[in-house]
Nanobody, 119 residues
Framework: DVQLVESGGGSVQAGGSLTLSCLAS????????MGWFRQAPGKEREGVAT???????SYADSVKGRFNISKDDAKNTLYLVMNSLKPEDTAMYYC?????????????WGQGTQVTVSS
């Protein structure tokens, strides 16, 4: 079974940084499109970033220039480095995986990790 476990969330002040990790098991990360999406209370789910292989990346306009997605194939782990965090980045962050990247929808996702940014 494919399993994804996120970690690294927390509470930070605006302008701070956090790094999220997503440990994958049951498959090899190199074979899948992986990404991050987030959901805040009362708001729709929002795609954040995706990565195919190790170099083909895509970002939502709201995080371009501030967030960086990467993978460590040897560790089967996906990362999201978040800099210059804003209060509007506050949400539950989920990592996802699928055979193809498709509008930030994924066949598999984890339980999420909470990110809270205070002003």
């Amino acid at each position: 079974d494919v399993q994804l476990v996120e970690s690294g969330g927390g509470s930070v002040q605006a302008g701070g940084s956090l790094t999220l990790s997503c440990l994958a098991s049951g498959y090899t990360v190199t074979a899948y499109c992986m990404g991050w999406f987030r959901q805040a209370p009362g708001k729709e789910r929002e795609g954040v970033a995706t990565i195919v292989g190790t170099k083909i990346t895509s970002y939502a306009d709201s995080v371009k220039g501030r967030f960086n997605i990467s993978k460590d194939d040897a560790k089967n782990t996906l990362y999201l480095v978040m800099n210059s965090l804003k209060p509007e980045d506050t949400a539950m962050y989920y990592c996802g995986a699928d055979l193809l990247c498709s509008d930030y929808t994924f066949a598999y996702w984890g339980q999420g990790t909470q990110v809270t940014v205070s002003s």
